[in-house]
């Protein structure tokens, strides 16, 4: 139902553009974000986006990381600058939507898509 993609391999000091689509299976999506898990970590929020594109970020990557979404697209992107060795994770988007199939919000998770930064 989301399908990410964009990451890779970079040198510290890099930038990588991550993006995500939702399918058509879901509709009316209110927020949408970036997730990332590094080995041996939890889960934890990288950069979030409301439909009316007010955004919030992890300390961590304010100021290096821009996340921005086309609605008519059902599409988000996470621009990452300045990449750091401690940014290397699985990178996930996520989104709350509601299924075509049931009618029922939820969120969504997309299937995650590594980066790695080297130094």
């Known amino acids: 139902q989301l399908q990410a993609s964009g990451g890779g391999l970079v040198q510290a000091g890099g930038s990588l553009r991550l993006s995500c689509v939702a399918s058509?299976?879901?509709?009316?999506?209110?927020?949408m974000g970036w997730y990332r898990q590094a080995p041996g970590k939890q889960r934890e929020l990288v950069a979030s986006?409301?439909?009316?594109?007010?955004?919030n970020y992890a300390v961590s990557v304010k100021g290096r990381f821009t996340i921005s979404r086309d609605n008519a697209k059902n599409t988000v992107y996470l621009q990452m600058n300045s990449l750091k060795p401690e940014d290397t994770a699985v990178y996930y988007c996520?989104?709350?939507?509601?299924?075509?199939?049931?009618?029922?919000?939820?969120?969504?998770w997309g299937q995650g898509t590594l980066v790695t930064v080297s130094s």
């Open positions: 986006i409301t439909r009316g594109g007010n955004t």
């Open positions: 996520n989104a709350d939507g509601v299924s075509r199939a049931t009618l029922g919000r939820g969120s969504y």
């Open positions: 058509r299976t879901i509709f009316s999506i209110n927020a």
